[in-house]
């Protein structure tokens, strides 16, 4: 079974949605939803690659994974500080307890 390297990348980027979506979904640590998020960063990436590699426009692909990358790298930055000032201020990273201090 011979695939083209879109499909692959398209079944990886998929994948990758899919276990970022679930992290999303199922974990409670704050810092473990920054990396789901990252994770579901890094899909939507694959998948830029893939869909201009197969519109035969890389250029505007690798344009577009830049601007991916500068803005997951603010977003991580921004919360992992908001992560560790939760920790600090509260003691705990568990996002339903952090609920359960709404007044």
Known sequence: MNLPPVAIAWFGAMILFGVGLYGLLVVRNLIKLVVALQILAKAAMLAFVAAGYAQQQMGLAQSMIALIIVADTVVAVI?????????????TLDVRQLTALRG
């Open 79 to 91: 919360a992992l500080a908001l992560a560790v000032q939760v920790r600090r201020r509260y003691g």
